[in-house]
């Protein structure tokens, strides 16, 4: 059976080089690494992680913390982190903590019991003594959603994002606009998403000079399904309607409009709908909105990770990344009465 040495010899590097070419650790040049890769897949020979592991004290296993798995955005980034750790031959183990007394479980006995090496928290926000458990284990952590002190973090301007999107319809010359976000977050566990996104909205709207109306500033869970039915609701309602809609998620957002059709409304005419996400489902409705790219963070999250691993360092350094979006403009946002 073929050996790591036979491998170094068939490429031509050392053994050294051939190993950080299958491990994925350090640095190996690409055509060295395309060398090595074809010389083992020739002579047919298959790594020992069990081996690698033991002789490195590592595990080579990634953990991915995150509250949801089966809504788009945690699976986009989930994909994205997957794709990242299969190119260097980690693995991941999955955590959920959707359901009620799972986020204490995960955090105070998988991650504990479990050999990672290093962890990915999406949308979780870890309190002082939460974050000293997994520090205690000597655990490197990126945080994404939000800011922990001392951990190095991809996070989104929540508040930029909600004034840049009130401002494109004030720039078109919107005054009466509505608001579709999420409940303001009153728990530590979460990081406040809705409360920024919304304070957002009503500072552009009063930096151009226009009161936000209570009735029109509502509340869903960021679905198609209750999108639709809130944006209903605000449509149907007699008096005063407004000519356009901020929404926090474009989930939301293709829900209102939905909404907006069924009720004999025109979209962009009518009503103006803009959203946050970048989610593919608001093409298919001409949706306006800022795409975040979430499989990219998840990718950046794990190179970050990895790129620590590999360096050997003691503590990685607490980082703060603003993710980059893209501002899309469809068919949903025009001049009022366009």
């Not at 798995?69 to 031959?89: K, P, V, Y």
Request: with cysteine; charged share 20%.
């Amino acid at each position: 059976m073929a050996g790591i040495k036979d491998v170094a010899e068939r490429a031509g590097v050392s053994t050294a080089t051939a190993s950080r070419a299958l491990s994925g650790r350090g640095h190996v040049s690409p055509a060295a690494r395309d060398r090595v890769l074809a010389a083992a897949k020739e002579l047919g020979y298959v790594m020992s992680y069990a081996a690698s592991s033991l002789a490195s004290g590592r595990s080579r296993t990634i953990g991915v913390i995150m509250p949801y798995i089966n809504r788009w955005f945690f699976a986009e980034l989930l994909d994205g982190a997957t794709a990242q750790l299969m190119s260097a031959g980690y693995d991941l183990s999955l955590y959920s903590f959707e359901q009620e007394g799972q986020r204490e479980r995960v955090l105070a006995d998988f991650l504990l019991r479990k050999r990672l090496d290093a962890v990915v928290a999406v949308a979780l926000r870890l309190d002082e003594s939460e974050l000293q458990q997994l520090l205690d284990v000597d655990k490197p952590i990126v945080e994404i959603g939000g800011l922990v002190p001392g951990v190095p973090s991809l996070h989104l301007d929540e508040h930029k994002i909600a004034r840049f999107a009130t401002e494109h319809l004030i720039g078109l010359g919107h005054r009466e606009i509505a608001h579709l976000g999420g409940l303001d977050e009153t728990s530590r566990d979460y990081f406040p998403m809705s409360s920024d996104r919304r304070e957002g909205y009503r500072l552009a709207l009063r930096e151009a000079g226009v009161e936000p109306v209570p009735q029109w500033d509502i509340a869903a869970d960021y679905t198609v399904g209750d999108g639709y039915k809130k944006a209903k609701q605000l449509l149907a309602s007699p008096g005063r309607r407004p000519t356009a809609l901020f929404c926090s998620s474009d989930e939301m957002a293709v829900g209102a409009i939905l909404a907006a059709r069924d009720l004999g409304f025109r979209v962009p005419a009518d009503l103006s709908v803009i959203g946050v996400d970048g989610n593919p489902l608001g093409e298919t409705v001409g949706l306006t909105t800022v795409a975040q790219f979430p499989a990219r963070q998840g990718m950046q999250a794990v190179r970050m990770l990895l790129d620590h691993l590999a360096s050997g360092a003691g503590s990685m350094p607490a980082d703060s990344i603003t993710v980059e979006t893209q501002f899309v403009v469809r068919s949903s946002t025009s001049v009022p009465g366009a």
